[in-house]
Nanobody
């Protein structure tokens, strides 16, 4: 069973930074991608960014240039560095691992950008 645990969320002022971390555990087979999504309101989780096995990254238009996804294999984590945060970035951020057949989600961590 794959388990994803997010951490690092909190309250930050506009223009500030936060670093989220996703701890990955369990048996993982084959090709998979690690990603971050966020849910601002409603039921839809919006794409933030992802990183592939090859190390290639992709970002949503609203965060490109401000957010950076990275992997730390020694710590078994996938991190999301968030800079120049805006109130619109306020959301619950979820870590995601997807394979060809399955998609796994963490419990989410709250990020609030407010003065």
């Amino acid at each position: 069973q794959v388990q994803l645990v997010e951490s690092g969320g909190g309250l930050v002022q506009p223009g500030g930074s936060l670093r989220l971390s996703c701890l990955v555990s369990g048996n993982i087979f084959g090709i998979y991608r690690m990603g971050w999504y966020r849910q601002h309101r409603g039921i839809q989780r919006d794409f933030v960014g992802e990183i592939t096995n090859e190390g290639n990254t992709d970002y949503g238009d609203s965060v490109r240039g401000r957010f950076t996804i990275s992997r730390d294999h020694d710590k078994s984590t996938v991190d999301l560095q968030m800079n120049s945060l805006e109130p619109e970035d306020t959301a619950v951020y979820y870590c995601n691992l997807r394979t060809s057949y399955y998609s796994f989600w963490g419990q989410g961590t709250q990020v609030t950008v407010s003065a």
